[in-house]
């Protein structure tokens, strides 16, 4: 009996020991949780980078230059103009208009008379209505002020109108001349929810336009820059072909050369098409079709021998001929 109670005493002593060194003891700290660094806008969970400095630089592309064709001349007009490369143009008494491949935009200037003294603004109006002629039709114009095209000072315009519910932009520009002549030339390109010809390059190309433009007055002499030969069967018949010379090697390219320079007699844009050679005893002439007049024109051109080139009558041409004695 006397050692069961001193065990259980024993155990009381060691139990109360035991709770006592619990209560005592010192707490061990939580573990430090290192907060993961989030860029601000970046969702958590996302790859999508919503702060602008998160997001990757965009890439500039470089604009292409915008390429004109040599000058565009019509008799008797009080301009010279070039218009881009890339648009049909076609030239009349006293406008050239020319239209984008896509169709998606085009450029037109028109030289004529004001008889009513009217002011730019009106003049302007006045082209618009011919543009957005329908009764559901709608145009507006705001004048963007003055810039300077061939040393003189013109009005500029930003345009837009609404034709057959397709919206256009554009932009034109009203120079006045002497004798109440005006030469405006303007642009107007298609804009949709998919695409914005305007901005996509049509203002550039308008902007190109614009700088070409040179005021010229009509009484005075025409333009030297183009001989026209007096000779009628000069350049069309075989036994007066056009010597470009060159032989073999070079004689094509100097034959493409000239061509690309020819236009019709309003200044109207030529294409052509190299039919069989000819034969003509001991030479060989080289023979094109042109094209975009009333009647196809047939040219013979001789890569064997030189002269200085003229345009054959009945044609014109852009500039003068670089030809040179190869």
């Not at 660094?37 to 969970?45: A, E, L, Q, R, S």
């Not at 890439?59 to 010279?80: E, K, M, R, W």
């Not at 039709?137 to 040393?151: A, E, K, L, P, Q």
């Not at 315009?157 to 120079?175: S, T």
Request: charged fraction near 20%; include cysteine; proline fraction near 6%.
């Amino acid at each position: 009996m006397e050692n069961k109670f001193r065990l259980l005493i024993v155990s009381v002593i060691m139990l109360l020991t035991l709770a006592g060194c619990q209560m005592f003891q010192a707490e061990t700290p939580a573990p430090t949780v290192t907060p993961q660094p989030v860029k601000i806008g970046t969702p958590i969970g996302g790859n999508t980078p919503t702060n602008a400095l998160d997001a990757p630089a965009a890439t500039q592309v470089p604009a292409l230059p915008v390429i004109l064709t040599s000058d565009i001349y019509i008799d008797g007009s009080y301009f010279l103009v070039r218009m881009p490369d890339t648009y049909k143009t076609k030239a009349a008494a006293n406008d050239v208009r020319s239209e984008r491949a896509d169709k998606l935009a085009s450029i037109a200037l028109l030289s004529n008379v004001d008889s009513q003294n009217r002011t730019s603004e009106q003049i302007l109006d006045n082209i618009l209505k011919s543009l957005f002629p329908g009764s559901k039709d709608s145009f507006d114009s705001n004048f963007r002020g003055t810039v300077i095209i061939n040393g003189r000072e013109v009005v500029d315009y930003d345009i837009q109108g609404v034709n057959r519910q397709k919206l256009f932009h554009g932009r034109a520009v009203l120079a006045e001349l002497e004798d109440h002549r005006y030469v405006a030339v303007y642009a107007l390109a298609l804009v949709t929810d998919e695409t914005d010809a305007w901005l996509g390059g049509a203002d550039r190309e308008f902007a190109a336009v614009i700088k070409s433009v040179e005021f010229i007055n009509p009484k005075q002499e025409k333009p030297s820059f183009c001989e026209v030969s007096a000779d009628e069967t000069y350049g069309y018949t075989s036994e007066n072909p056009i010597q470009v010379g060159g032989n073999e090697g070079s004689g094509p390219q100097r034959a493409q050369s000239y061509l690309k320079n020819l236009t019709g007699p309003n200044g109207e844009r030529l294409t052509y098409t190299q039919a069989d050679p000819l034969i003509d005893g001991e030479r060989m002439l080289d023979v094109y079709v042109l094209s975009g007049l009333t009647d196809d024109l047939t040219l013979y051109v001789d890569n064997y021998s030189f002269s200085a080139p003229y345009a054959p009558k009945g044609l014109y041409c852009y500039a003068d001929f670089s030809l040179q004695a190869p």
